[in-house]
């Protein structure tokens, strides 16, 4: 198994584009990729559907990919400009299986209605395009039917308006739907996903809810638990409060103690003073166990640390080759103030392996064995080949 990426920044999609596929060439030698992800910046208005074309240098037998508003690749973070990241892949005894789909409505639910001989065991990557797509009911259906598999990807980012997304797949470019591919055989897929967030307050039981209407937290108003929550803070965390603030969702109710690992992070999408009801991003279910959280840079770097470190930590049988990464808008140099920030933390912790991805409008991974699409996170693909008895 082999992974290589490249980025390049440049004027014209057809300059960028043939850099990357000069700088995989040589990578490559003699190996045909079995796989190329390419990701490109909306930033060009002219040439996106010429990729299939250009990448005919290479010849490889799959690609996939999508527009982004920034790009990924060569160690690289690029967001402020115009770029291509290619990242290939030479798999052997790996059976890759390319589909499409459309809607993601329960008619079409999973990739096994796209491409029926996918096996239980199979581990994907899926770009979706968010103006057209059912995600949330995708992943749902894919957890119930690929139960021994996981689902890593993301959605098209840069597209304005229905229509304005590429999708990615082999020799044809969608605007809609989603594309994607099923991997068997000899390859190993870990997903990390770091959401960024650090608990504040105390865990808290939910005693009243409606869907997604919290009524009652210990048996007292959500307003006035986060009013007094608000003024035990410390100032700068009654300044992060005021925009930052999420709330985790325990996803295995029968802890008793809980880390950042624990919790699904989710948006409060508001607070009525006269109710004192909150209303979350979420469905929540009575019994369930919630902790509010803030977000800022620092605690954004230290999760994904803690994450990463406690990767290197576990046993596997296999080497880390390449990795994907997928992760949202709102990082990137808009949070840490720096470019690369990710990137360099996953080539610290995991060598120099290749990286390639793009920054999303949401991010698909697990967590504690359930996937689910997020925000402001950097869902991570770890790709390896299984040791050999």
Known sequence: MRWLSTVSAGSSFETALSKCVVDLGELLGQDRPDLVVAFVSSGYSAGRDALAAGLAALKPRHVLGCSAGGVIGGGREVELEPAVSLTAAVLPDVE??????????????????????????AHFVVLADPFSFD????????????????????????????GSNDLYLDDTVHHSGAVGMAFTGAVDVDILVAQGCRPIGVPMFVTRCRQNVVEELDGRRPYDVLTELFQALPRRDQDLFRHSLFLGIVMRSAQQQYGSGDFLVRNILGLDRDSGVLVVGALVEERSVVQFHLRDAQTSSADLTAVLR???????SGSPQGALI????GRGVHLYGEPDHDTNLLQRH???????????????????????????????????APARA
């Open 310 to 316: 406690r990767y290197v930590e576990q046993p596997r």
């Open 96 to 121: 890759i299986t390319p589909f499409h789909l459309e809607s993601g409505s329960p008619s079409e639910g999973s990739a096994r209605d796209a491409a029926p001989s996918i096996e239980n065991g």
């Open 135 to 162: 995600v949330d009911r995708f992943i749902r259906q894919m957890d119930k039917r690929f139960p021994g598999g996981r689902v890593l990807g993301g959605l098209a980012s840069g597209g304005r308006e229905p």
């Open 326 to 329: 997928f992760s949202c808008l």
């Open 350 to 384: 995991l060598g120099a392996l290749a990286v390639g991805g793009f920054f999303c409008n949401g991010e698909i991974g697990p967590v504690n064995g359930e996937t689910f699409l997020h925000g402001y996170t950097s869902s991570i693909g770890i790709f390896s």
